[in-house]
């Protein structure tokens, strides 16, 4: 089965920016963690955004 992942997720983060919406993203190197919003209040956008960069808060394991 060929691997359209990596191009697949591209072109979903595209759309989301067209759509007017946000993706977060996990600042440590292995991490997968996405978080996509439109619309929320600036509390919860600070929330999300505290939440996507803190791995502590999300990751399985330290
Ligand atoms: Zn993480």
Redesign the pocket.
């Known amino acids: 089965m060929p691997n359209i992942r990596p191009y697949a997720d591209h072109a979903s983060d595209v759309i989301a920016r067209l759509n007017g919406m946000r993706t977060l993203r ?3 190197p ?4 996405r978080i996509r919003y439109r619309a929320v209040t600036p509390d919860e956008a600070r929330w999300l955004a505290a939440l ?1 960069q ?2 502590a808060r ?2 399985s394991r330290k």
């Open positions: 996990c600042p440590a292995d991490c997968t963690l996507a803190d791995h999300h990751g």
